[in-house]
Protein backbone atom coordinates (compact mmCIF):
# COMPACT_ATOMS: atom_id res chain seq x y z
CA UNK A 1 0.00 0.00 0.00
CA UNK A 2 1.18 3.53 -0.84
CA UNK A 3 -0.48 6.58 0.54
CA UNK A 4 -0.31 10.23 0.27
CA UNK A 5 1.25 11.16 3.47
CA UNK A 6 0.44 14.57 5.77
CA UNK A 7 2.12 15.22 8.91
CA UNK A 8 0.42 13.00 11.22
CA UNK A 9 1.07 9.75 8.73
CA UNK A 10 4.62 10.22 9.15
CA UNK A 11 4.15 9.08 12.53
CA UNK A 12 1.84 6.09 11.27
CA UNK A 13 2.91 5.03 8.55
CA UNK A 14 4.63 2.42 9.24
CA UNK A 15 1.89 0.61 11.22
CA UNK A 16 -0.56 1.14 8.40
CA UNK A 17 1.41 -0.29 6.16
CA UNK A 18 1.90 -3.55 7.62
CA UNK A 19 -1.57 -3.90 9.33
CA UNK A 20 -3.14 -2.87 5.92
CA UNK A 21 -0.37 -4.66 3.21
CA UNK A 22 -2.41 -7.97 2.80
CA UNK A 23 -5.25 -6.38 1.74
CA UNK A 24 -4.46 -4.11 -0.65
CA UNK A 25 -2.35 -4.41 -3.95
CA UNK A 26 0.27 -2.19 -5.44
CA UNK A 27 -0.40 -2.99 -8.99
CA UNK A 28 -0.17 -0.43 -11.66
CA UNK A 29 -2.83 -0.98 -14.15
CA UNK A 30 -2.74 0.82 -17.91
CA UNK A 31 -4.19 4.13 -18.50
CA UNK A 32 -7.13 4.83 -20.05
CA UNK A 33 -6.53 7.77 -22.40
CA UNK A 34 -9.88 9.05 -22.51
CA UNK A 35 -9.79 13.03 -23.23
CA UNK A 36 -12.29 15.47 -24.31
CA UNK A 37 -9.84 16.88 -26.72
CA UNK A 38 -9.20 15.54 -30.12
CA UNK A 39 -6.60 13.28 -30.91
CA UNK A 40 -4.91 11.55 -33.57
CA UNK A 41 -2.86 8.55 -33.04
CA UNK A 42 0.15 7.77 -34.61
CA UNK A 43 2.88 4.60 -34.41
CA UNK A 44 4.44 4.77 -30.62
CA UNK A 45 8.56 5.46 -31.11
CA UNK A 46 11.24 5.44 -28.00
CA UNK A 47 11.45 8.99 -26.77
CA UNK A 48 14.47 10.45 -25.38
CA UNK A 49 15.01 10.25 -21.65
CA UNK A 50 15.14 13.40 -20.12
CA UNK A 51 15.75 14.68 -16.23
CA UNK A 52 14.08 17.96 -15.37
CA UNK A 53 16.61 19.52 -12.89
CA UNK A 54 17.30 23.07 -11.62
CA UNK A 55 19.98 24.52 -10.12
CA UNK A 56 23.73 23.47 -9.46
CA UNK A 57 25.46 21.87 -6.67
CA UNK A 58 26.84 18.77 -5.80
CA UNK A 59 23.80 17.06 -3.92
CA UNK A 60 20.34 16.48 -5.75
CA UNK A 61 17.27 16.87 -4.00
CA UNK A 62 14.98 14.29 -5.90
CA UNK A 63 11.54 15.00 -4.98
CA UNK A 64 9.06 11.87 -5.80
CA UNK A 65 5.25 13.41 -6.19
CA UNK A 66 2.07 12.38 -7.11
CA UNK A 67 -0.14 15.19 -8.67
CA UNK A 68 -3.29 13.93 -7.31
CA UNK A 69 -2.06 14.01 -3.56
CA UNK A 70 -3.19 16.67 -2.22
CA UNK A 71 0.33 16.79 0.46
CA UNK A 72 2.20 16.38 -2.69
CA UNK A 73 1.23 19.66 -4.01
CA UNK A 74 1.86 20.97 -0.60
CA UNK A 75 5.22 19.94 -0.29
CA UNK A 76 6.30 20.94 -3.68
CA UNK A 77 4.75 24.80 -3.51
CA UNK A 78 6.68 24.83 -0.33
CA UNK A 79 9.52 23.99 -1.94
CA UNK A 80 9.14 26.19 -4.96
CA UNK A 81 9.07 29.18 -2.36
CA UNK A 82 12.19 28.26 -0.77
CA UNK A 83 14.46 26.28 -3.38
CA UNK A 84 15.91 29.61 -5.07
CA UNK A 85 17.70 30.24 -1.97
CA UNK A 86 19.82 26.88 -2.34
CA UNK A 87 19.86 26.99 -6.14
CA UNK A 88 23.92 26.74 -6.21
CA UNK A 89 23.60 23.91 -3.10
CA UNK A 90 21.40 21.52 -4.24
CA UNK A 91 19.98 20.57 -7.75
CA UNK A 92 16.22 19.85 -7.45
CA UNK A 93 15.01 16.93 -9.95
CA UNK A 94 11.44 15.88 -9.93
CA UNK A 95 10.26 12.40 -11.05
CA UNK A 96 6.78 10.84 -10.62
CA UNK A 97 5.30 8.33 -8.11
CA UNK A 98 1.20 8.26 -8.94
CA UNK A 99 -0.40 6.12 -6.31
CA UNK A 100 -2.96 3.64 -6.34
CA UNK A 101 -5.98 5.36 -5.06
CA UNK A 102 -4.72 7.69 -7.83
CA UNK A 103 -3.19 5.82 -10.53
CA UNK A 104 -5.23 6.79 -13.79
CA UNK A 105 -5.25 10.71 -13.18
CA UNK A 106 -2.09 10.62 -11.35
CA UNK A 107 -0.61 8.46 -14.32
CA UNK A 108 -1.91 10.79 -16.59
CA UNK A 109 -0.93 14.03 -15.46
CA UNK A 110 2.88 12.62 -15.00
CA UNK A 111 3.17 11.88 -18.91
CA UNK A 112 1.20 15.18 -19.91
CA UNK A 113 4.10 16.99 -18.02
CA UNK A 114 6.72 14.92 -19.53
CA UNK A 115 4.73 15.85 -22.41
CA UNK A 116 5.14 19.36 -21.92
CA UNK A 117 8.74 18.84 -20.98
CA UNK A 118 9.97 17.48 -24.30
CA UNK A 119 8.81 21.12 -25.76
CA UNK A 120 10.78 22.81 -22.82
CA UNK A 121 7.69 23.35 -20.58
CA UNK A 122 8.04 20.84 -17.94
CA UNK A 123 8.39 22.89 -14.85
CA UNK A 124 5.81 25.14 -15.95
CA UNK A 125 3.49 23.00 -16.98
CA UNK A 126 3.95 21.01 -13.66
CA UNK A 127 3.44 23.89 -11.64
CA UNK A 128 0.71 24.84 -13.20
CA UNK A 129 -0.86 21.05 -12.83
CA UNK A 130 -0.46 21.26 -9.06
CA UNK A 131 -1.97 24.85 -8.66
CA UNK A 132 -4.66 24.53 -10.75
CA UNK A 133 -6.07 20.77 -10.39
CA UNK A 134 -8.02 20.05 -7.19
CA UNK A 135 -6.25 16.43 -6.08
CA UNK A 136 -7.38 13.45 -4.78
CA UNK A 137 -8.81 12.42 -8.29
CA UNK A 138 -10.60 15.72 -8.99
CA UNK A 139 -8.97 15.97 -12.02
CA UNK A 140 -10.83 17.27 -15.40
CA UNK A 141 -8.65 16.06 -18.20
CA UNK A 142 -9.38 19.04 -20.40
CA UNK A 143 -7.53 21.03 -18.26
CA UNK A 144 -4.41 19.19 -19.32
CA UNK A 145 -5.08 20.64 -22.47
CA UNK A 146 -6.03 23.83 -21.41
CA UNK A 147 -2.72 24.23 -19.82
CA UNK A 148 -1.01 23.26 -22.78
CA UNK A 149 -2.59 25.61 -24.60
CA UNK A 150 -1.93 28.38 -22.25
CA UNK A 151 1.80 27.35 -22.38
CA UNK A 152 2.14 27.62 -26.41
CA UNK A 153 3.01 24.20 -27.06
CA UNK A 154 2.57 23.01 -30.09
CA UNK A 155 -1.17 21.11 -29.45
CA UNK A 156 -0.51 18.42 -32.43
CA UNK A 157 2.60 17.08 -30.68
CA UNK A 158 1.05 16.88 -27.20
CA UNK A 159 -1.96 15.67 -28.20
CA UNK A 160 0.14 12.44 -29.66
CA UNK A 161 2.11 12.06 -27.07
CA UNK A 162 -1.21 12.27 -24.76
CA UNK A 163 -2.52 9.48 -27.35
CA UNK A 164 0.75 7.24 -27.43
CA UNK A 165 1.32 7.14 -23.76
CA UNK A 166 4.81 8.08 -25.33
CA UNK A 167 6.43 8.34 -21.30
CA UNK A 168 3.87 6.05 -19.73
CA UNK A 169 7.10 3.69 -19.35
CA UNK A 170 9.49 6.66 -17.53
CA UNK A 171 7.03 7.41 -15.23
CA UNK A 172 6.47 3.63 -14.18
CA UNK A 173 10.24 3.46 -14.25
CA UNK A 174 10.46 6.48 -12.27
CA UNK A 175 7.40 4.87 -9.62
CA UNK A 176 9.79 1.59 -9.23
CA UNK A 177 12.93 4.04 -8.34
CA UNK A 178 10.90 5.51 -5.54
CA UNK A 179 9.56 2.75 -4.03
CA UNK A 180 13.64 0.93 -4.02
CA UNK A 181 14.50 4.02 -2.33
CA UNK A 182 11.67 3.30 0.24
CA UNK A 183 8.88 5.41 -0.36
CA UNK A 184 5.73 4.26 1.33
CA UNK A 185 4.03 7.38 -0.06
CA UNK A 186 4.03 10.60 -1.16
CA UNK A 187 5.33 13.31 -0.94
CA UNK A 188 8.84 11.37 -0.33
CA UNK A 189 12.05 13.14 -1.43
CA UNK A 190 15.92 11.95 -0.78
CA UNK A 191 19.71 13.81 -1.25
CA UNK A 192 21.98 12.20 -3.42
CA UNK A 193 25.38 12.80 -3.34
CA UNK A 194 27.69 13.14 -6.20
CA UNK A 195 28.28 9.80 -6.64
CA UNK A 196 24.40 8.40 -6.84
CA UNK A 197 24.11 7.77 -2.98
CA UNK A 198 21.40 8.61 -0.83
CA UNK A 199 22.28 10.63 1.92
CA UNK A 200 19.06 11.96 3.32
CA UNK A 201 15.68 10.63 3.33
CA UNK A 202 12.44 13.28 3.50
CA UNK A 203 9.45 10.88 3.77
CA UNK A 204 6.05 12.67 4.16
CA UNK A 205 4.93 16.40 4.41
CA UNK A 206 7.92 18.81 6.34
CA UNK A 207 7.61 22.47 6.79
CA UNK A 208 9.34 25.11 5.44
CA UNK A 209 11.64 25.31 8.40
CA UNK A 210 12.24 21.73 8.65
CA UNK A 211 13.58 21.74 4.91
CA UNK A 212 15.75 24.62 5.58
CA UNK A 213 17.63 22.92 8.62
CA UNK A 214 17.97 19.96 6.62
CA UNK A 215 19.18 21.72 3.59
CA UNK A 216 21.54 23.68 5.68
CA UNK A 217 23.83 20.92 6.73
CA UNK A 218 24.60 20.67 2.49
Known sequence: MFIC?????????????????????????????????????????????????????????????????????????????????????????????????????????????ECAGAQGKFWEYLNQIYERTPSNNGLEEQVLFDIANELKLDQTTFNTCIADATYHDKVKKDATEAQERGALGTPFSVLVDKNGQVVEVIDGLYSQQELQDIFSNY
Open 5 to 113: MGFFHRIFMVVIFVVLLPLLGAGCPSLSKKTNATITPSSKSTPQTVSFVRGNGDVTLVEYGDMECPYSKEFHETLEQIMPKYEEKIRWEYKHFPLNQHMKKATLEAEAA
